[in-house]
């Protein structure tokens, strides 16, 4: 079998922690498996390569800054091939030149073109364990670029996608995806199987357990994604095509608190305004989510969205300055609360359950999204730990 | 006028010392010069790294150790291109995978084969200056090598040969060769001028300041080096080919108190003896300085050699084993005194001067060898500094 593992930076931040990796890779090894394994940079180290590029130029140019930056990972990875060669296991290192893992020009936010697997193979082929650098790829003009956040999920999916691996295994620090944030429903319970559909809503939500981009690409390669503890041997979650047979229908229930509500009210009734709204916070690169739009009146609408927190004051701004309304109201106050579930699709009735279950709690719902498998809703902040408990427990996500 | 410029790991150090480096280069720049820098990792970021693998593995693989030591010169490079860029310069830096610097397979200690100059070639017609990581290059594996002691002097040569640049000026904490040790010798002068030559024996001798394999290349292709300060901008030493004009006899006197002498007494008088006691030492790593052999009588012969002090004991036991004699003595407590200088071919009685000023300070001369350039005497070392300025004075090497 051939498994592609992910560590991450804490994974890797010392001495043990590199040992613990390096048995982890080790013991399937030894069972007879072809390893390739991904590293990030050691535990804070990126922050503090930023941090001296930053002393030097408060705003450095990218093509020099992913040249500091791809340090970080190529030294975990020289370290780890130590660390396997100590325990008398055959390693080598690879960075993003020696693979060679092609990417676009972009720096600091390049994405993956084209992946070489011939070194790798030859390497494999020798039964060494191979470790590349995470995050990084070399762009056309032969320079360094990085991936952008979640780069090395990226890196471990295309690699296992490049190389048709069986499995690719994200270590994190938690033992895989939950049915909520287990710090606030006692009750929630691991899964053993989410789609990457599920897994894409629950990444935009916030969940943090994978980038969506790792997840769009897995997916789009059929990568089979296993989400795992790297602190324990507990089993993780798989990620893969949702299956028929399903018998859940909602797979879990997530919370993003950093979530601002803007509403513009008092637009006038045309053709476009919505499009020269949104065009322009676009092109300031502020991301949209929930979008609601009243019927027109009196030659007048209102629209309200959401945003992050951060955007909102410029988002106001933008809007200040681009178009005439009577009044504008920004509240920080909110959270955005989600059931994921690729069973929703067939069964009428979720979303109305879950309104039920935040009436029952008494909490007033102030906007409503809904995409095929997920029901979003936009509450008061403080209500949130109440809210994914009342419904976590009328969806009896608890119980098997 | 196209001018390599090298600076140490000292002078990029810090925040200030890469401003300090980049202004320099800058200047040159501004004046309408083609300026390639060429730059260790920062202050002693090396032994840093080399602590960190030597905790996961004490005898760390040479391939890792280069892949991980590597990633200090691509930190300065990107730091100081990005100083560069804050003070409106256009700059870029450049790894050996993407000058290319081709070296052969030994890590560690590999040597320049070949560079490829289109890339940097490139970049200086779109008038940037540009940084090249010294100290490291790529093998036909395509895995980094490191290029061993002095290994940034020796890509700044290379690459001045490559490019076939005006000159190459290696920056260091002294403002070039001197007539003696400044420390040692109150009157010591600053030459303008020394043949590949003599800054070949002085390298050997240790003083320090350039590493021969970096002085034989520079011979080897005519590359002009400048020896100077980074410090203030005082002129330096250039380092060329001699002038048959030159005036001087002797270009200046340097002592080297890291030496043993081994002395085997009673050796068999045979055929073959000195090449089967040499022959072990060299397949040791034992490198073997002064060699001085008796005339046999009565079926014996002696024979002694130098080596470093680190070295003596190691020898000892090599001759220990390998074969028959009466007694062996080691003694670390000398040092070696010699003059240098390309005038000497020519001039006969230049040794008898040198040892003349060491009967007149009353200094026992324990073992003497010559080159066509140099002469050197083993004394006792704790008379090294009383003999560097006899000989000093002697030679009026304090006059201009």
Redesign the interface.
């Given at each position: 079998m051939l498994i592609v593992k992910k560590f991450g930076g804490t994974s890797v931040g010392n001495?043990d922690r590199?040992f613990n990796v390096a048995n982890r890779c080790i013991e399937d090894y030894k069972n007879g498996n072809d390893v390739v394994v991904v590293l990030s940079a050691m535990g804070k180290y990126t922050d503090v390569?930023i941090d001296?590029?930053k002393?030097?130029?408060?705003?450095?140019?990218k093509?020099?800054?992913d040249?500091?930056l791809?340090?970080g990972e190529?030294?975990s990875?020289?370290?780890m091939?130590?660390?396997m060669?100590?325990m008398g296991v055959p390693a080598?290192?690879l960075?993003a030149?020696?693979v060679a893992m092609h990417t676009t020009s972009t720096y600091s936010n390049a994405r993956v073109k084209r992946i070489d697997t011939e070194?790798i193979r030859a390497e494999l082929e020798q039964h060494k364990i191979v470790i590349v650098t995470g995050f990084q790829g070399v762009n056309k003009f032969?320079?360094y670029t990085t991936l952008g956040r979640g780069g090395s999920d990226t890196t471990a999916v295309a690699l296992a996608a490049a190389l048709h691996a069986d499995k690719c295994e994200i270590y994190t620090d938690v033992d895989g995806v939950y049915t909520a944030d287990p710090r606030k429903v006692p009750d929630a319970r691991k899964l053993k199987n989410v789609t990457y559909d599920e897994m894409l809503e629950l990444a935009t939500l916030g969940a943090g357990v994978l980038h969506n981009r790792s997840v769009e690409l897995a997916k789009k390669y059929g990568v089979r994604l296993v989400v795992r503890s790297s602190l324990n041997t507990n089993e993780g979650t798989v990620v893969r095509e949702g299956s028929k047979m399903e018998k859940m229908i909602v797979s879990g229930v997530a919370a993003d608190p950093d979530a601002a509500r803007v509403a513009v009210i008092g637009l006038k009734d045309e053709p476009g305004i919505a499009f020269k709204l949104f065009n322009a916070l676009a092109q300031q690169g502020i991301n949209i989510d929930m979008i609601l739009q009243s019927i027109g009146r009196h030659g007048k609408k209102d629209i309200s969205f959401t945003c992050t927190d951060d955007d909102a004051d410029l988002a106001k701004q933008i809007i200040d300055d681009l178009m005439e309304f009577e009044e504008i109201d920004v509240d920080k106050g909110v959270s955005k609360v989600s059931i994921v579930g690729a069973g929703m699709q067939t069964h009428p009735g979720v979303a109305a359950k879950m309104f039920e279950a935040l009436f029952d709690a008494n909490i007033n719902i102030r906007m409503i999204s809904t995409s095929e498998i997920r029901v979003t809703v936009l509450i008061n902040e403080k209500n949130t730990d109440r809210a994914i408990n009342a419904i976590h427990e009328k969806f009896n996500l608890g119980e098997e």
């Open positions: 001495r590199i390569l001296m590029a002393e030097i130029n408060p705003n450095p140019p093509r020099e800054m040249m500091i791809t340090t190529q030294q990875v020289a370290l091939a130590m660390a060669a100590s080598v290192s960075n030149y020696q070194r032969d320079d």
